[in-house]
């Protein structure tokens, strides 16, 4: 890998808007994730948290505002430039790859050296202790292995920022505690700086450092999950947070 | 439990439906069966071999172009956006199946005619291949259609993928059962065609003349001929039909 993309990146994204019709999907949205930190926006569904990772990713055009990565405003570049690792609701795997193809994947359309791809996925199947299971097809793996494959292709081609949307809305309620701590330990691994957006309010205490609540396409509060839980902003912070308050007993 | 007359009504007519359209396929074999001997004889009659062999090799040729065109036209209806997309959509898929062969045969008679193009081999293809291409595009088209909203596409774009490799790597890949159907659609339509290409290819034994344009003229004066050529036609559709679906089942 070059030695310049290894450089962790700061995410801003500058009073970004996207517009359907009258429906304001994202207003005026402002956020800066620092270099490897794990951000979370959270907000109910329909919020416009998806969007925004749509258009941080280029797969959606924004109507007013800046993405910015490391001071470079990326706009304009299309999504294939723009070395966003995403890994969407479902996984997103190619069904027809096997484990070890769908990881390859990113290398081989950047016309890695079929060595440097064997080692990198090697790597990367070592990192999220997926290793025998290269030859499985998607529809042979659990939901947790989905999503570490998921991860190990985002992350193989090394880049700027890693997108989650939802990552454990597809996992069990019996694993969900493992597949959490195992999602932390790998971006913590990777140090790749991380925007996740989920529903779920316990989901985002236990991964982010920082979270932005968000609704109606706007980020209403934005701190770290102590400050979130003791000063909410608002009454409907503290309604979009009030599981948190039973579950962990404040 | 009650009798419910009504679905009892519809699937009898369900059934006799099924069994009228199963011996219009299959009559033609009882017919077969009160002459076999002379058309066992008809089947290796020149005139047959000739319209065998430009029959089935039009329709090779047809379908490998009908996919050929396929994949550039489903990319263009699955990822372009312009106005009056909905109108190419009709008039490259449904009006091509609806439009009267013997029309498109004179329009392209009138349109190619003039480069010496009528009463050729290629003019059977080009005719075959107009009334028979939308099958493939229209499967490759709602194939990419289904992928693009899997939100596939995406994901190997945001790994660096360009359209090249999209194409390669998740399209076609991810396509190949709806192509290959699209093919023998292609294909068993091809075999079928008539008017087109008896408008503006002709039917000259061995360069032009095609199974349907033999039973159309040979049907009246020496049946045995158009019923050998027949069972040919009817026979290849069904087994190669069965065999794509098949093939298509086990990828």
Known sequence: ?250 | MTKDRFEFAITALACAIVIYMLISIFYLYVAVGESWSLVVSALFDNRVLGAIAISISSAFIVGGLAIAAAIPCAYLLTYRSFRGKGMLETFLIDLPQTFPPVTEGLVYLLMLGKIGLAYTYPAVIIAKFYVSAPFAISFAARRFKEIRESGLDVIARSLGAKTREVLGRILLPLSSRDLLAGFSLTWARAMGELAATLVFAGAIPWVTETIPTLVYFTAAETPQIAIAASVVAETLSIVALLSFKWIARRR
């Open chain 1, 1 to 250: 890998m070059d030695c310049e993309e290894k450089i962790m990146k700061e995410l801003r994204v500058e009073n970004v808007t996207k517009t359907y019709g009258n429906v304001k999907a994202l207003d005026e949205v402002e956020l800066t994730i620092n270099p490897a930190e794990f951000m979370v926006v959270m907000g109910p569904s329909g919020c416009g948290k998806t969007t925004l990772l749509l258009v941080i990713l280029g797969a959606l055009t924004l109507d007013e505002g800046h993405i910015w990565i490391n001071g470079k405003d990326i706009d304009e570049l299309p999504l294939d430039e723009r070395n966003i690792g995403y890994v969407p609701q479902d996984f997103g795997l190619f069904p027809h790859l096997n484990v070890y193809e769908n990881v390859a994947f990113g290398l081989r359309v950047r016309k890695y050296p079929e060595v440097k791809v064997r080692e990198r996925v090697n790597e990367l199947l070592h990192t999220v202790d997926l290793e025998g299971l290269e030859t499985r097809k998607p529809k042979e793996l659990s939901a947790g292995q989905k999503q570490r494959v998921a991860l190990a292709r985002a992350l193989a081609t090394d880049p700027s920022v890693l997108l989650l949307d939802e990552p454990l809305s597809n996992i069990d309620e019996a694993t969900k505690a493992e597949v959490r701590v195992n999602l932390k330990e790998i971006q913590k691994k990777s140090k790749v700086t991380t925007l996740c957006v989920t529903h779920n309010p316990e989901d985002s205490f236990q991964l982010g450092e920082r979270i932005a609540v968000m609704h109606y396409g706007k980020i209403i509060q934005c701190d770290t999950p102590q400050n979130i839980l003791e000063k909410p902003k608002n009454e409907l912070v503290r309604k979009l947070i009030a599981p948190m308050y039973i579950l962990w007993n404040i």
